[in-house]
């Protein structure tokens, strides 16, 4: 059965780090304007500070993105400890059903560990070519595609390496790989609820799709600190761990790109000696072994470099040998940032007189992507009902707190998300309505801007692989 784990807290100088450093990170990121979701601190083994911007919390699992690789290789690496596969086993191997009938040299040639170490031979990421297959078998579309180097000669970033490296522990183990992770990592390290999203024929997405807390993530850098061993148990091969995170490729040479330090299997070494696993829009396992450090953050920031320029510049030159004297003024200080951070709602005017002659009454919508027909606005004094139907006459409902966020499910862009809402008056004419999907990196900025009997919605979302910008949605009242 598995039973919850909470890492073990302290003061920041009982394990030698600077009160001082600390607010000064979080004093830089507010004037940076970075948008970060949680932070925490590990110092020996020890939680030295931790803290949430509000209205996300550490009850809430994140969406990892990519930082979802690093898991991936680890149930690699428990696979090779198992004597499961060898990381010079052919890929084609495991999948003989699904093998070009004369692959290229190229294609025969390519071994688990250039999975791993994304050398695959590809000239692009292969991800974007796997979906499109009617049949959903991503795996035959991968070893479809050409191989156009020699694999263990070139870097390229490749989501579709790291889902063939989920599609193979399921093949070698009859288990997805969260099944395979849950009794080998998540249950030891105490990681409940962990979700991990699939292709159509149910194999784990390996490269993205998992979420799990913000202290979670701190435990996986943990265990890859001690080497494998947590609690006094090995959980992991110190062979692994140490292979795992040393740079198997190059990946340029920038000095000041934490992006070009080289990269192993499925982590990225980082300046300052540093390695880490990492995802789209600033998530980030941060792991230092010179220091005895382990840094955890979630964001929607797409930044992420000046994240970690910031962790450098800050938390790097607080992390001393010994423990430091307790900071009388300090520390209290830097507690009460900790507990008041805060994403705080738009707070622009509460009341408009067109709120009156609209409320309760429904808009036909024009055909837009997001299939809603009709809308209607209820204010009220504390917050605003925002109602959708779509075209299957499903009704959608998004309550957005006047100045304050007001929490609650919706399902109207597909699965059921958490969404913490608000909504404010920018004008007479002008209503925002800013919904916060709290488990996610992101957030959708809705503009009503209503014209007699028109309304027009304007949508944008803060980070995208694609426009942040999405076309107008133009109505009239029914």
Not at 263 to 289: E, I, K, M, N, S
Not at 438 to 454: A, G, L, M, Q, S
Request: aromatic residues 10%; charged residues 20%.
């Amino acid at each position: 059965m598995l039973h919850t784990y909470h890492l073990p807290r302290s003061t920041p100088e009982q394990q030698g780090v600077s009160s001082s450093a600390i607010a000064a990170f979080l004093e830089a990121v507010e004037q940076n304007q970075k948008e970060l979701h949680s932070f925490m601190l590990l110092r020996h083994g020890r939680v030295a500070a931790e803290g949430w911007w509000s209205p996300y919390g550490p009850e809430r699992p994140h969406m990892l993105f990519s930082l979802s690789k690093s898991f991936t290789s680890t149930a690699i690496g428990l696979a090779v400890e198992e004597g499961r596969l060898s990381v010079d086993d052919p890929v084609l191997s495991f999948f003989p059903d699904e093998a070009p009938e004369h692959p290229s040299d190229h294609l025969s040639s390519m071994r688990v560990r250039h999975l791993l170490s994304m050398s695959t031979g590809h000239a692009e990421d292969t991800i974007g070519r796997l979906g499109g297959r009617e049949d959903g078998n991503w795996v035959k579309a991968f070893l479809g595609l050409p191989v156009e180097y020699a694999p263990g000669t070139k870097f390229v970033y490749n989501s579709g390496a790291t889902y063939m490296l989920s599609a193979i522990i399921q093949k070698v183990t009859g288990l997805t790989l969260l099944a395979y992770l849950q009794p080998r990592l998540f249950e030891p390290l105490g990681i409940e609820n962990a979700a991990w999203e699939s292709c159509p024929r149910g194999i784990n997405t390996g490269g993205w799709g998992l979420s799990i807390k913000t202290e979670d993530i701190a435990k996986f850098g943990q265990l890859y600190l001690q080497k494998g061993i947590w609690n006094g148990k090995r959980i992991l091969s110190e062979a692994w761990v140490e292979e795992a995170t040393t740079a198997h490729i190059s990946n340029g040479s920038d000095p000041d790109s934490d992006w070009q330090q080289g990269y192993g299997y499925q982590f990225w070494r980082c300046r300052h000696g540093a390695y880490r696993g990492d995802g789209a829009f600033g998530q980030f396992c941060v792991v230092l072994p010179g220091q005895d450090a382990v840094i955890a953050i979630t964001s929607g920031e797409n930044d992420m470099q000046g994240i970690l320029n910031l962790v450098w510049e800050h938390l790097l030159p607080g992390l001393s040998d010994a423990p430091l004297p307790e900071d009388e003024t300090a520390l209290p200080s830097l507690t009460r940032k900790l507990s008041s951070l805060a994403l705080l709602p738009p707070r622009e005017r509460s009341h408009s007189s067109v709120a009156a002659k609209v409320s309760g009454l429904r808009y036909v919508m024009e055909a837009n992507e997001v299939h809603a027909q009709t809308v209607s606005f209820t204010f009220a004094e504390d917050a605003t009902l925002f109602t959708v139907w779509d075209d299957k006459g499903t009704e959608h409902r998004i309550r957005c707190g006047n100045g304050e966020w007001q929490e609650g499910t919706t399902a109207l862009k597909g699965n059921p998300q958490r969404v913490a809402a608000s909504g404010t008056w920018r004008d007479e004419h002008t209503f925002v309505m800013t919904w916060r999907f709290v488990e996610t990196p992101f957030y959708d900025t809705i503009v009503c801007r209503f014209d007699e009997d028109r309304l027009r919605l304007e949508p944008s979302t803060n980070v995208s692989f694609g426009p942040t910008e999405h076309p107008p949605i133009e109505g009239k009242l029914l």
